[in-house]
């Protein structure tokens, strides 16, 4: 492995802030696994920049940076981290190191890296690599090895066992058999770690390529039982899935827990607690919840899209339930076409990795739907927001504001979702004046 690194490939931005720190008095690397991704021909997702300087100094020369984490020497402008070069001892919380202490020679820095191939340094300003625990090696043999016995990192920082599994599948690296069985004498301190951490290693494995060999390898090690035990119902086949979908957080961890919990009544609930584990935002919960209590076009009217109003009227009027395109209309207003893609990709998924052929009838029912949507002028979700509003039908019907005028709504809603040609005032009048006719 060539140790030489075109200073080209280093954004801008990146290297405009290597040179303010330079400008500043410190000396600045480029680190960890920005410079592994460079070396692997990748582009990196985000940068590491290693500076001598103490944390004080390197925010007053970017007053407004961003100053979480902080306290362990990291000031952050956006993509591109600053980190101040540090020492740690003592992991007692096998998360946060006991001393830390800033100053130390890159080396040192380097000393404290998870693995090897994470624990290199370029001076972009002299072009020299430092490479003091044969990273360069390990990246030629496509070896994950740790900076120290492997044994003792897994258990000052329980984290790096999953980060091993994640650069593992998604670099396509080796791990040998003293990390093996590293990981093996020390996953269950996973168990004490925040699931907000485990989640950021878990998202990384779960929205790789590599998703199928990823989830293979965390239930092969006995890893998936402590972390993420719905893994365990069906690896194979949950990992086959995964990999039949787009890399869609939503998408996969629908598909995921659909098949975890298939014929669970109450899917809100377990998702709920889900989302507590992983401290997940509420509305990739709700996403999730919808995608997976409604399985199929009958469930969605039922459970979800279809008001209470309306559910006394599907079977006097069954003609409406019946049509793709009204479904999928619903579908649209209510929740968007993004999510109704994902809809049809976490059923196509599922279906894939149950390992039968061929297209499943819901899935059919929600193309041909789409089909429909796609042909017509409205197909988004604005163009079924009804064209009048509450302070109309009071004028109309000369009522005062109250439950009626709901009610007025929820009618007109439903008639522009049965055809959306009437999405018009003139249209909107007439049906709303026949209603309130049948209504006195
Ligand atoms: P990614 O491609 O996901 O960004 P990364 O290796 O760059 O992978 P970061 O979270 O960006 O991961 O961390 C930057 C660097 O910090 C790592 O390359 C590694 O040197 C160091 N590092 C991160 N997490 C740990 C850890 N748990 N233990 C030791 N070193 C770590
Ligand atoms: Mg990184």
Redesign the pocket.
């Known amino acids: 492995m060539q140790g030489h690194i075109n200073p080209q490939r280093i954004p801008f931005k990146v290297r405009a802030i290597a040179s303010a720190l330079k400008e500043g008095g410190g000396q600045p690397f480029i680190?960890?696994?920005?410079i592994?991704?460079i070396l692997l021909g990748k582009i990196?997702?985000?940068w590491?920049i290693a500076v001598d300087l103490p944390p004080g100094d390197v925010l007053a020369i970017f007053p407004g940076a961003c100053t979480v984490g902080i306290e362990f020497g990291r000031v952050s402008l956006g993509d591109v981290?600053v980190?101040s070069l540090r020492a740690e001892k003592d992991y007692e919380d096998r998360r946060h190191p006991a001393k830390v202490t800033f100053g130390v020679p890159i080396d040192k820095d380097?000393e404290?890296?998870?693995?090897t191939i994470?624990?290199m340094a370029w001076d972009p300003f002299s072009g020299e690599v430092f490479d003091p625990y044969g990273g360069l090696e390990d990246l030629k043999c496509r070896a994950l090895s740790t900076v120290g016995g492997p044994l003792n990192?897994f258990q000052?920082?329980p984290?790096?066992i999953l980060?091993a599994v994640?650069?593992k599948n998604?670099l396509g690296f080796n791990l040998d058999s003293r990390v093996t069985q590293a990981i093996s004498e020390s996953k269950a301190l996973l168990a004490q770690l925040p699931g907000e951490r485990i989640f950021?290693e878990l998202k990384?494995l779960l929205l790789s390529p590599s998703v199928y060999r990823g989830v293979m390898d965390l239930y092969d090690y006995g890893i998936s039982s402590i972390v993420l035990p719905e893994i365990d119902k069906a690896p194979g086949a949950i990992g086959r899935s995964l990999a039949a979908c787009r890399p869609d957080l939503t998408v996969r961890l629908a598909v995921l827990l659909g098949m975890a919990w298939a014929g669970t009544p109450q899917v809100s609930d377990d998702v709920e607690r889900f989302k507590c584990r992983f401290n997940l935002p509420a509305g990739l919960a709700r996403d999730i919840t919808w995608l997976v209590a409604n399985s199929s076009p009958d469930e969605i009217l039922n459970k979800e899209t279809l008001r209470g109003a309306w559910r006394g009227s599907r079977k006097e009027e069954p003609g409406y339930y019946d049509d793709p395109g009204y479904i999928i209309r619903r579908i649209v207003y209510h929740w968007g076409t993004h999510q109704l893609e994902r809809l049809f990709e976490v059923k196509h998924a599922i279906w894939r990795g149950s390992g039968k052929g061929g297209i499943p009838k819901g899935c059919l029912f929600l193309a041909s739907g789409m089909w429909s949507l796609q042909q017509s002028k409205a197909c988004g979700a604005k163009d079924f927001e009804v064209a009048l509003d509450g302070a109309d039908i009071m004028k109309v019907l000369k009522v005062e504001q109250g439950c009626i005028v709901g009610q007025a709504l929820d009618y007109l809603e439903e008639m522009v979702l049965r055809n959306p040609e009437v999405n018009n005032r003139e249209s909107l009048f007439k049906i709303l004046l026949e209603w309130w006719s049948k209504q006195r």
């Open positions: 680190v960890g696994g920005s592994r991704d990196p997702s985000d590491d981290d980190v380097l404290r890296r998870d693995f994470n624990a990192r000052e920082d984290l790096r980060r994640r650069f998604t950021i990384n």
